[in-house]
């Protein structure tokens, strides 16, 4: 079984930075592609980041230059970390696992308000 916490949410100012946290803990994890999602407040769930196990990423164009995902596979970690935050990225964020089944988190609220 694969067990996935956030940590890391909370309100921010406009401009400000968060870094988020992904613990995953579970057979396989250290080789899965981990993803962040979010969804805000009645908008569909969207794809933020990912990172494969080597280490490949891919950002979602709304906040590419500004979010920078990153892994560690010794401590089955992977983080985001959110600089120049805007009001709409408002959401829960949530860690994704990717094995032969997807393993949610719970989610982690940002609020970006001034």
């Known amino acids: 079984q694969v067990q996935v916490v956030e940590s890391g949410g909370g309100l921010v100012q406009p401009g400000g930075s968060l870094r988020l946290s992904c613990a995953a803990s579970?057979?396989?994890?250290?080789?899965?592609?981990m993803e962040w999602y979010r969804q805000a407040p009645g908008k569909r769930r969207e794809v933020v980041a990912s990172?494969?196990?080597?280490?490949?990423?891919d950002t979602a164009d709304s906040v590419k230059g500004r979010f920078t995902i990153s892994r560690d596979n010794t401590k089955n970690m992977v983080y985001l970390q959110m600089n120049s935050l805007k009001p709409e990225d408002t959401a829960v964020y949530y860690c994704?696992?990717?094995?032969?089944?997807?393993?949610w988190g719970k989610g982690t609220l940002v609020t970006v308000s001034s």
């Open positions: 994704k696992v990717v094995l032969i089944r997807d393993y």
């Open positions: 579970g057979s396989g994890v250290s080789i899965s592609v």
């Open positions: 990172i494969t196990s080597g280490g490949s990423t």
